[in-house]
């Protein structure tokens, strides 16, 4: 199982940027995806997630309102769409699958995990 997150990289704060996860060695269609950060000396964080089907998603304070996920069954990937980006949002962004029918937050409920982007804003 192959999890591959790109799409980081040096933005400046209000600028837009999207993440993208491609995933195989498994029925992605089946799986919820999320989304997680960490930053430098923090812990990791809950970003986002959608259900298998694409009908339920979740956000993290932080994210809702700025940040949409999304999902393409037919190409396997999974996307976050980041608007109006701030600093604080510096991070190695991950993305990970979970088997499950609704949308996890916790990182121990996701099984596969990839290698994850960096995303760094700048002020």
């Known amino acids: 199982v192959q999890l591959q997150a790109s799409g980081g990289g040096l933005v400046q704060a209000g600028d837009s940027l999207r993440l993208s996860c491609a995933v195989s060695g498994v029925t992605f269609s089946s799986y919820t995806l999320g989304w997680f950060r960490q930053a430098p000396g923090k812990e990791r964080e809950f970003i986002a997630a959608?259900?298998?089907?694409?009908?339920?998603?979740y956000y993290s304070d932080s994210a809702r309102g700025r940040f949409t996920i999304s999902r393409d069954n037919a190409k396997n990937t999974a996307y976050l769409q980041m608007n109006s980006p701030k600093p604080e949002d510096t991070a190695v962004y991950y993305c990970a699958a979970a088997f499950a029918l609704r949308v996890p937050q916790r990182g121990i409920q996701y099984r596969y995990w990839g290698q994850g982007t960096l995303v760094t804003v700048s002020s």
């Open positions: 959608i259900s298998y089907n694409g009908e339920n998603t």
